[in-house]
């Protein structure tokens, strides 16, 4: 009997003068969780829109429950049970939690068809409290944090009963607790006989719940190995084609001056009396679980929200931020976590992201000198090896890695020495990963300040000098980088 209730063959899918995927073969058993692995730009996110009916395949076919099937929609393969959480969902940020997950699929009057909202909060709170979730259904989900928006996620394919789950980087905002959490509910719908399409570059969870894994690179299928048949090493270089030696290339510094001081800074329902200082040439990390306030103390130390109390220092002057242009010429820049919302403008090409800080410095009279502008471009694009079609491509065609990159640039371009950098490597592939936490270590070598924010323990403890760990807005433990462990931060992420 043919225990595949998934299975692609051949598939590709070309674009004008793009082959986006060659001619992949992928299989789904019943009851497995199946990874599939690869850099930016392989062909990972192809493969699964056309296995849920997003696009429709150039060439090969594809059979659900030994049937051939063609998805002429995306409806069609939810109605037969594949669902799948993508890394950048659409969704509807006006609308509650409850509407969101509950889209085209609320309980409802078969006469009147109203809504029994009752029925749909309560199956809502159900579903998230399956996720260990306190989330309330009737809050708006664009008040959520970006970690809370991918629960809801995960929970709305949770709701249609699926027989295929495809998970596209569901911890890339999860810290390890929450990860751990989530296995145990992907181990549950495994022994239910839900086949799981698990997509990470989180390799270390590949190793912790996948059965079975198979590695894209550049469109075309690598291979598939059980996974006690293969290493670490061995699945990188499937990956990349190469060795990828070093993913925290840390350069020893020594910390200079004191650039930042944070002296009891407290925001009602968000953090209180936090106090830390930031020295130069220092990459500081803050680890802390969804709810402990991180990103909430990024965006006030930067302006963009107001501290209730509390005293914020620059050298040994104090400073009021009152917004983040005052942030930005105090020296101070902030790459946020929601890097496509709130980093960098999709729509806008390489040149005037990079540019965007620096309108004043590259215009005259109020008129753009176009040559200058493109020189600066150049210039730190070349120095972060942003890789494009050139200066006029939009960045919203980039990969991840590159869209980093890119927001990283335009901050090095406006010379701020202090860097607020929130999941600096959310959603890259491993080659990327590497990069990108060479560059860190290069700026804090040239005297950068740089707070880093992870929810990645293997970042923290191979980035930082120090960390600092917070728990229900409040910082519970700083540590030295010398002899620090994951139990010891995640005692302390844990409030003890």
Not at 80 to 104: K, W
Not at 148 to 163: D, F, G, M, T
Not at 324 to 339: L, N, T, V
């Amino acid at each position: 009997m043919n225990d595949h209730i998934l299975e692609l063959r051949g598939v590709s899918k070309r674009y004008p003068g793009v082959l986006a995927l060659g001619g992949c073969s992928f299989d789904l058993r019943l009851g497995e969780v199946h990874a599939i692995v690869g850099e930016n730009g392989a062909g990972k996110s192809t493969l699964i829109k056309i296995a849920t009916g997003v696009q429709q395949p150039t060439d090969g076919e594809i059979r659900y429950e030994g049937e051939r099937v063609v998805w002429r929609n995306p409806q069609e393969a939810i109605q037969r049970g594949v669902a799948a959480v993508y890394q950048d969902p659409a969704t509807f940020p006006d609308l509650s939690v409850a509407e969101n997950i509950f889209m085209n699929h609320q309980p409802h009057s078969a006469v009147s068809r109203r809504i029994h909202w009752g029925e749909l909060h309560e199956r809502t709170r159900d579903l998230l409290r399956s996720l260990n979730s306190g989330i309330d259904p009737r809050a708006s989900l664009g008040r959520l944090s970006a970690a809370e928006r991918q629960l809801v996620e995960i929970a709305k394919a949770l709701s249609v009963n699926a027989k295929v789950l495809i998970l596209d980087e569901p911890t890339s905002t999860l810290s390890r607790s929450e990860s751990d959490e989530l296995f145990r509910i992907i181990g549950d719908m495994r022994a239910k006989g839900v086949g799981i399409v698990f997509i990470s570059h989180r390799l270390d969870d590949i190793f912790n719940i996948a059965d079975r894994v198979t590695a894209l690179r550049d469109g075309v299928h690598v291979g598939t190995e059980d996974i006690g048949n293969i290493d670490h090493d061995k699945l990188v270089q499937m990956m990349v084609g190469r060795e990828v030696k070093n993913l925290f290339p840390k350069i020893e510094t020594t910390p200079g001056k004191e650039m930042l001081r944070v002296k009891k800074l407290s925001r009602k329902g968000e953090f209180e009396e936090i106090s830390f200082c930031l020295r130069e040439g220092e990459i500081m990390g803050l680890y802390g679980l969804i709810g402990a306030g991180r990103t909430e103390l990024a965006k006030c130390i930067f302006g963009m929200t107001r501290a209730d109390s509390g005293r914020l220092f620059l050298g040994d002057q104090e400073a009021t931020l009152k917004d983040p242009r005052a942030a930005i010429s105090a020296g101070i820049a902030y790459i946020p976590e929601d890097r496509d919302e709130e980093g960098i403008i999709l729509d806008m090409d390489v040149r005037e992201n990079i540019t965007l800080p620096l309108l004043e410095t590259c215009s005259r009279l109020g008129w753009l000198n176009h040559e200058l502008e493109t020189q600066t471009a150049t210039k730190y694009a070349d120095a972060l090896a942003v890789k494009s079609s050139g200066l006029d491509q939009k960045v919203g065609g980039l990969s991840g890695g590159n869209k980093q990159k890119v927001s990283l640039a335009k901050w090095l371009a406006s010379h701020c020495r202090i860097l607020i950098l929130d999941e600096p490597t959310k959603g890259i592939d491993v080659a990327a990963k590497a990069a990108v936490h060479q560059l860190i270590s290069e700026f804090a070598s040239k005297g950068y300040s740089i707070l880093m924010i992870s929810s990645d323990l293997p970042e923290i403890l191979g980035m930082a000098d120090r960390v600092l760990v917070m728990h229900e807005g409040v910082l519970k433990g700083e540590f030295d980088r010398e002899g620090l462990t994951e139990e010891k931060i995640l005692s302390e992420a844990l409030s003890g």
